[in-house]
């Protein structure tokens, strides 16, 4: 259990029934009122950490799908090209 001295006093006004959620969760996790909302408040903080990573994920992800329609429009003209060389292929041959 940490003292008084590493931790800085904050009055905090909140709606009543918050209030009674504090209270059931505090109890539900077997800690002080104070703790539970500092633990809540340090999850958030990490949580908010974890959206910026998913954010970059995200945008990571945007990337790779933009390349990949890229480089699938490049394998179409391939294909299409080629198709177009088989055909000739095939007239010279029916020709000969």
């Keep these: 259990m940490s003292?008084?001295?590493d931790h800085?006093?904050?009055r905090l006004r909140v709606p009543p029934e918050l209030k009674q959620k504090i209270e059931e969760s505090a109890e539900k996790n077997?800690?002080?009122q104070s703790a539970e909302m500092v633990a809540r408040l340090e999850q958030s903080f990490s949580t908010h950490s974890?959206?910026?990573e998913l954010n970059d994920f995200l945008e990571m992800f945007k990337n790779m799908n933009k390349q990949n329609q890229e480089i699938q429009?490049?394998?179409m003209g391939v294909v299409r090209?080629?198709?177009e060389v088989i055909e000739k292929l095939k007239s010279r041959v029916k020709k000969e």
């Design 8 to 10: 800085t006093i904050v």
């Design 81 to 83: 090209d080629q198709s």
């Design 73 to 75: 429009k490049q394998l």
């Design 50 to 52: 974890g959206t910026h």
């Design 3 to 5: 003292n008084q001295a």
């Design 30 to 32: 077997n800690r002080s």
